[in-house]
């Protein structure tokens, strides 16, 4: 009898690894899972691949392979507690006995049969690793790390890609889990894995940056790069070395006349981003306005509505650097408005002004309550959205955000308010999703990584921003539109979106989240493990493989914040010495 495949092809010849010791009868041995007594000297961990082999009447064998998911040592001998110190004293006889717990993976070929007690069990080989662990079946494998046993674990790209499934979602505690570290390693995987083909030229990733300006130099090489790092990499098969193709985005710099970026530690490569009055009536996006309050804006959605559809309508570009006028009833035009706040403060004149009022408000629909409760929230706005909807700034052709420019898109959005965050995020998800929804093609991918989920996408209520977010998770795949989403607590985002994500990633967790049915793909002994797992340690869950495997990414090729990126590199120039060419005597000019 000779072992197949699932897709029917001869597997390859199985290399057998070091044996470990024999499968116990003292505990049920089952298809699906089996105790392994360990010989004398032989140590394993927990998620190291051990496989046996069942013998067959007829003749063959069947595989039968599996990761380890629990590991017992005690006494054999001993019935009290106190036991042990008779037995460590040599008074009381007893044998060490220690037993590692299998979760099978793979029976190969597919005959589900129990292992035999006495059954000789061993590390798996390369050959069994490789069908143990469905790496055989992978055409195109994409490395996210390396295992225990310090080999490379891999992710099917055709689970997320859209081939076969689509979308990741990672969970962990906020700077313990290295949920971004890991998001970028991800990418940076794909992009140079080989698995994508000539295809990966074409590829883009766009990441909203919310912490700081760690994410701003990962097109720098990484100064603390150790050999040890190096040598991580290699065995992945992947260069080490930072990102090929990036462009940063970053908002205005508050008050300068040139919408200089808002940026310090970054000079070069760095465009400012914006929306000119004119876009924002044109394309409607008031309505992102009040993306983070769509339970408490029930009453006046209509009225939401209403403005943008007037403003839309009605407005007209009065100069280059996008500043409009709006038209009245009676066909005249308004005064100019250049700014934010001016164009606020038009709608709150036009909304309580009785003569136009109606007009605005969709006739006697709406009460004087409704518009006030309106005008409220429009009125806090101002201050978080007047660097970024702008009419008062000289044209320029490189402020509206792209992702044609590069493999990689950075929007910086860690100096704007929440609520700023919030409209930009909204309005550039739906600006890339229509424009892949235009083009009808799923190629090229689009990866869009975006971190606090649970803020964007909550499980209660609603928002515009939300609905983008669902229908990236329910229809992107179809679109080549990949998304990428981090969070402390997937208990908190929308389920839906978390149900369509066909790899899950957890980094450390806290307990109480640990214990929530959204952490249903980790085995009891895989939670336990994640509230103390340190850094740089996450647990995978993909489609194909029963158990989720832990893996350790490599140290960042790329540098993670200023002080990392190679000298070389550095995009900001030092500051000339203000007292270069004065002579020792001379006097200092103040």
């Given at each position: 009898m000779v072992a197949r495949t699932t897709d029917g092809e001869a597997a390859p010849k199985a290399v057998a690894g070091q044996a470990i010791g024999r499968v116990l009868g003292t505990q049920s041995a089952t298809p699906l899972s089996f105790w392994v007594g360990l010989?004398?000297?032989?140590?394993?961990?927990?998620?190291?691949?051990v496989a046996t082999r069942r013998e067959l009447p007829g003749g063959g064998s069947v595989l039968i392979a599996g990761v380890v998911t629990d590991i017992q040592a005690r006494h054999e001998g001993a019935a009290y507690d106190s036991?042990?110190?008779?037995?460590?004293?040599?008074?009381?006889?007893?044998?060490?006995?220690?037993?590692?717990?299998?979760t099978v993976t793979r029976v190969d070929p597919e005959m589900y049969v129990p292992p035999l007690p006495g059954t000789v069990a061993y590390r798996a080989g390369d050959a069994d690793r490789e069908l143990a662990l469905y790496f055989d079946v992978m055409q195109r494998r994409i490395p996210v790390g390396?295992?225990?046993?310090?080999?490379?674990i891999h992710l099917n790209l055709d689970f997320l890609d859209g081939t076969r499934g689509a979308h990741v979602s990672i969970s962990g505690v906020s700077g313990v889990a290295t949920k971004t570290s890991f998001a970028t390693f991800l990418l940076y995987s794909i992009f140079n894995s080989g698995a994508l083909g000539a295809e990966a030229a074409n590829t883009k990733a766009l990441i909203f940056s919310v912490k700081g300006e760690d994410l701003l130099f990962i097109d720098h090489a990484n100064n603390r790069l150790d050999e040890r790092a190096r040598a991580a990499y290699a065995k992945l098969g992947l260069p080490a070395g930072p990102f090929g193709s990036v462009h940063v985005f970053a908002p205005p710099r508050p008050g300068d006349p040139n919408g200089v970026p808002n940026v310090s530690s970054r000079t070069q490569g760095v465009g400012p981003f914006y929306w000119t009055l004119t876009e924002f009536c044109r394309e409607e996006l008031l309505r992102y306005v009040f993306a983070d309050t769509e339970d408490e804006r029930a009453q006046y959605t209509l009225l939401i509505g209403q403005v943008a559809a007037r403003l839309r309508r009605d407005a007209q570009e009065a100069e280059d650097g996008g500043a409009v006028r709006i038209r009245k009833p009676d066909g005249g035009l308004g005064t100019v408005c250049r700014t934010y706040k001016d164009l606020v403060d038009l709608i709150e004149t036009e909304l309580t002004d009785e003569d136009t009022r109606a007009e605005w408000a969709g006739g006697g629909l709406v009460g004087i309550g409704t518009i006030?409760?309106?005008?409220?929230?429009l009125r806090s706005s101002v201050r978080p959205l007047e660097t970024i909807v702008r009419g008062d700034l000289?044209?320029?052709k490189d402020r509206s955000i792209t992702t044609s420019d590069a493999q990689v898109t950075i929007v910086d959005l860690h100096n704007l308010p929440e609520r700023a965050q919030r409209f930009v995020v909204g309005v550039v998800l739906r600006g890339e999703f229509g424009r892949k929804e235009s083009t009808g093609s799923a190629r090229p991918l689009l990866f869009v990584v975006l971190d606090e989920l649970n803020k964007y996408a909550p499980r209660e209520g609603g928002s515009p921003i939300k609905e983008i977010l669902l229908d990236v998770a329910e229809r992107g795949r179809s679109l080549g539109v990949i998304l990428i989403g981090a969070q402390q607590t997937a208990s908190e985002v929308e389920r839906r979106i978390v149900a369509n994500c066909a790899v899950r990633v957890a980094g450390r967790l806290d307990a109480a989240e640990a214990s929530r049915a959204e952490y249903g793909w980790l085995p009891p002994a895989a939670r336990a493990r994640a509230t103390i797992a340190r850094p740089g340690t996450m647990f995978v869950g993909q489609p194909e493989i029963p158990v989720p495997l832990a893996v350790e990414f490599p140290f960042p090729a790329w540098a993670t914040r200023p002080a990392e990126s190679d000298s070389s590199f550095q995009g900001a120039a030092p500051a000339a010495d203000p007292f270069a060419g004065l002579d020792d005597d001379d006097e200092v000019p103040f």
């Open positions: 010989e004398p000297g032989q140590v394993v961990q927990l998620d190291e691949v036991d042990v110190f008779l037995i460590a004293d040599g008074v009381l006889p007893a044998a060490v006995v220690e037993a590692a717990e299998v390396l295992g225990r046993d310090g080999e490379p006030n409760a309106f005008l409220r929230r000289p044209p320029r």
